[in-house]
């Protein structure tokens, strides 16, 4: 039987709203669980490291951003995550095919096979879905500061960020080739969606050892919503203007400072970002419950 710790930050209400149904569950399946709540994001890595060592599963109990702050502690100390999806994108939930409903996410907690997933390197920083800069970048700051409800919070963030960017010219190295392309976005991505449900990178898997480069290249703004819309299915990548690469290690720089975003969360702002992967680092309850 495995023993959970859910740990918490200080804004964390949804996932405690989410997580005390699970939890009830899990008790009532005599399965141990106790829950941390932490004030800093260190306190909250030092937390999951120590319950690695005791052999604990750690629990993000929110979105992809709890997700990116527990994963690199039980990455680098060989621990077991599990996800209890209760953010406002919940991207690589969607990406896994992670259950939503209490008991589901009990049953895979309590019987649930480990998935090695790839993680992304990035200014010191684990990352597991993407790592982007541009015009989503901008949006993402913006929602992270509206109080807007989540299905409009990212269509109405990205429409203020188009309105007001300026023509960016971005200089992308993908595994020692580099070409210069003027873009409105550029995602490097482990995991196929971000956003809130955008299919971004639609080839990308979070397993196969290699990044996904997708460039949202320079258009009429007017263009833009529309290949918003077809990101929804991935088939924005049939545009002529929207260009792929694939390797292992990518570097981004710009004619202009950049501000860098990775699963939701700020990176940093700087005029070059170097994201590299970590094969198979990351082990997450993910797979079919072991229950018949």
């Known amino acids: 039987m495995r023993s959970f710790v859910v740990i918490l930050g200080p804004t964390a209400r949804r996932g405690l709203s989410r997580l005390m149904p699970v939890a009830h569950l899990l008790r009532a399946a005599d399965a141990r669980i106790r829950v941390e709540y932490t004030q800093t994001a260190q306190q909250a890595r ?136 003027h873009a409105y976005t550029v995602v490097v991505a482990n995991c196929g969606y971000y956003g809130g449900g955008l299919h971004v990178a639609p080839a990308a898997q979070p397993d196969d050892g290699t990044l996904d480069v997708v460039v949202i290249g320079h258009a009429p703004k007017l263009l833009f919503p529309v290949v918003l819309r077809q990101m929804r299915t991935g088939r924005h990548v049939r545009r002529g203007h929207v260009v792929s690469y694939r390797g292992t290690s990518v570097t981004v720089g710009a004619n202009r400072p950049m501000t860098v975003y990775g699963d939701g969360d700020p990176v940093g702002r700087t005029d070059e970002v170097r994201v590299e992967i970590r094969p198979r680092a990351l082990r997450v309850i993910a797979g079919q419950s072991g229950r018949r």
């Open 46 to 181: 030092r937390c999951a490291t120590a319950a690695v060592s005791d052999g604990e599963v750690v629990v993000a109990a929110g979105g992809d951003g709890t997700i990116r702050l527990l994963a690199g502690a039980v990455a680098d100390t060989g621990g077991l995550l599990g996800v209890i999806p209760a953010g406002r994108g919940n991207d690589l939930a969607r990406q896994l095919g992670l259950p939503h409903s209490p008991a589901a996410v009990a049953d895979l907690l309590l019987h649930g096979s480990p998935r090695h997933l790839d993680v992304l390197r990035v200014a010191g920083r684990t990352i597991v879905g993407s790592v982007y800069v541009g015009v989503d970048a901008v949006a993402n700051e913006l929602a992270n500061r509206s109080r807007l409800p989540a299905p409009l919070v990212y269509p109405a963030a990205g429409l203020r960020a188009l309105l007001r960017w300026p023509r960016t010219r971005y200089t992308i190295t993908v595994d020692g080739r580099t070409e210069q392309r």
